[in-house]
């Protein structure tokens, strides 16, 4: 599959679409960040630890699996081991969007670094279909508010001890719902989104973190084939 050929100008238009489109979005991502910040501060991760994690990795709930791990005394193996069963939803993510990021691999890859779940919803246009474009302006707008955020948690650490105080700690559900909501429009969508959270659900209380997550994406799968 190729993109839809278009010109210069056009492309810069769907970049700053895909930025406004990703700016309600940003709010909760930078205050997610916040709250990352803050707890990293607290658990004595320093100044550059933490917005250099999040300038590097980029992937909030992985970030706090493994910052969850290490406060609790866990190892460094087993603190990566869960942000990779967090991280591991993208591999079905970075399937459905690849065809559609054409040019040099060194485009794709860094592109690829900008495929989160925001940016993938706001992308997509139906169909299995995806716009490159929008995808890249929504995902710098959303980096952009995650490492922001995180360097603002950082540097009141100190004056905010617990992000709860806020309200920090709703603003991962309160995304992930406003992004699940458009994609439920039809009734094959609907039965995938209530298989994966059935199966999350299920295994949340007796499997390792990440390992729901993993699961429930595993079995949306089942809905690209009839």
């Known amino acids: 599959m ?5 010109d210069e100008g056009t492309g810069e238009r769907r970049r700053r679409d895909g930025a406004r489109a990703a ?13 990352f ?13 933490p ?7 980029f992937a909030g709930s992985a970030q706090f699996a493994a910052l969850s791990v290490l406060g609790a005394g866990g190892t460094l193996g087993a603190a990566v081991a869960a942000a990779l069963l967090l991280s591991a939803r993208y591999g079905p993510i970075g399937v459905s969007v690849a ?6 691999a060194w485009s794709r890859l860094l592109r690829a670094q900008l495929v989160i779940d925001e940016s ?4 997509a246009e139906g169909h299995g279909r995806f716009d490159p474009r929008m995808l890249v302006g929504a995902g710098l707008a959303l980096y952009a508010a995650w490492v922001g955020g ?5 540097a009141i650490g100190g004056a905010l001890a617990d992000p709860e105080a806020l309200g920090l700690d709703a603003a ?4 992930f719902l406003s992004l699940l909501a458009p994609q439920v429009r039809e009734r094959r969508s609907l039965a995938a989104a209530v298989v994966g959270a059935g199966v999350a659900l299920a295994l949340t209380p007796v499997a390792p973190a990440g390992v729901p997550i993993l699961a429930s994406a595993l079995a949306c799968l089942l809905g690209l084939r009839r």
Do not use: E, H, K, Y
């Open 2 to 6: 190729r993109d839809r050929p278009v």
């Open 37 to 49: 910040g803050v707890l990293a501060r607290a658990q004595g991760w320093g100044w550059l630890a």
């Open 99 to 104: 065809p559609f990021l054409r040019g040099p």
């Open 172 to 175: 991962f559900p309160a995304l």
């Open 120 to 123: 993938w919803a706001i992308a």
């Open 51 to 57: 917005i250099a994690m999040s300038a590097t990795t």
């Open 23 to 35: 700016a309600p979005l940003a709010v909760a991502v930078a205050a997610s960040g916040v709250s």
């Open 150 to 154: 995180t360097a603002v948690g950082v």
